[in-house]
C-alpha cells in the first residue's frame, strides 16, 4: 500500500514509474531464462515481435508494458498477471 512504503512515499510519480519498469524487465528476463524462452520463441507465442520482448527484458520502454501484452507473456509464461507482478514487485 502507497501510504506504508517510505520507499515509495519518497519516489516522484517518474521515479516509481522508473522502478516499477526496471522490476518488470529484471522479472520478464529471469523467467525467460529459467523456462529456457529465447525473445523469439516467447514472441512468436504472444504474437508479438522478439524486438518488443528484448526491449522489455532490456528496459527499453518509453512508456512502460502495455497491460494487455504484458498478460499476454503471462499467459504463455504459465502464470497470470497477478502472479508475474507479485514476483516483480513483492
Known amino acids: 500500500m502507497r501510504g506504508m ?3 515509495f512515499n519518497s519516489m516522484t510519480a517518474a ?3 522508473a522502478w516499477v519498469n526496471q522490476r ?10 529459467e523456462r529456457g524462452l529465447s525473445a523469439y520463441a516467447l514472441g512468436r507465442k504472444c504474437g508479438l515481435s522478439d524486438q518488443t520482448i528484448l526491449n522489455l527484458e532490456q528496459g527499453k520502454h518509453d512508456r512502460g508494458c502495455l497491460t494487455g501484452n504484458l498478460a499476454r507473456i ?6 497470470t498477471l497477478q502472479e508475474f507482478m507479485n514476483e516483480a514487485l513483492g
Open 5 to 7: 512504503d517510505p520507499k
Open 74 to 79: 503471462c499467459y504463455h509464461l504459465g502464470m
Open 15 to 17: 521515479q516509481y514509474e
Open 24 to 33: 518488470i524487465s529484471r522479472t520478464l528476463l529471469r523467467l525467460c531464462v
